[in-house]
């Protein structure tokens, strides 16, 4: 694969991108990282959304904060930069639980929730799932290059993975 520039995207983010290039963002916690591409025309996108519905903040104005407004965001964006909807494809990273007091409280599942409502909007949407690599309790730093599909997964005292 030739070697693309790659773009760093932080919380709340998303970017598209086509070949060779990827996208990354670092220190996914509670955050999910949702990656969509289409395998044929190699379009891809990344998104680090941080919360899982939009509906419960008034007056958003931060699209790719949210699992439901940013996936919907992601799509069209990648759709306008060449790929064919029924054609995508998704992996997603993140959504841990990054501190042990949380783990009764489901008000502060974060984690969990935003993982939830990825698939859930992936699922309406009809954009299969192809890995993930979710929950825990470890931060990951994710790029995605949508040439080739890879999703690599980096976290600090673990092996780095592709999925």
């Given amino acids: 694969m030739a070697e693309g520039k790659v773009t760093i995207i ?10 060779p290039d990827g996208i990354t ?6 955050c999910v990282g949702i990656a969509i591409r289409d395998p044929i025309s190699k379009v891809g996108g990344l998104i ?3 919360l899982p519905d939009s509906t419960a903040v008034a007056n958003n104005k931060n699209i790719p904060k949210f699992a439901d407004t940013g996936i919907e965001e992601l799509v ?14 998704a992996k997603i990273a993140g959504g841990a ?9 489901e008000a502060v599942r974060v984690g969990d929730r935003n993982v939830a409502a990825s698939l859930a909007k992936l699922k309406e949407m009809r954009i299969p799932v192809l890995a993930q690599d979710t929950g825990d309790s470890y931060g990951r730093t994710v790029i995605f290059y949508p ?10 005292g673990k092996p ?3 999925i």
Wanted: glycine share 10%; charged share 20%; with cysteine.
């Fill in 48 to 50: 680090h959304i941080m």
């Fill in 76 to 89: 069209k964006q990648v759709v306008e930069k060449g790929a064919l909807r029924s054609r995508l494809v």
């Fill in 10 to 19: 932080g919380m709340a983010d998303l970017a598209v991108c086509t070949p």
């Fill in 97 to 105: 639980q990054m501190f042990a007091f949380q783990s009764g409280n």
């Fill in 147 to 156: 040439e080739t599909g890879d999703y690599i997964i980096k976290a600090v």
């Fill in 160 to 162: 780095e993975k592709v």
């Fill in 25 to 30: 963002t670092l220190g996914l916690g509670s």
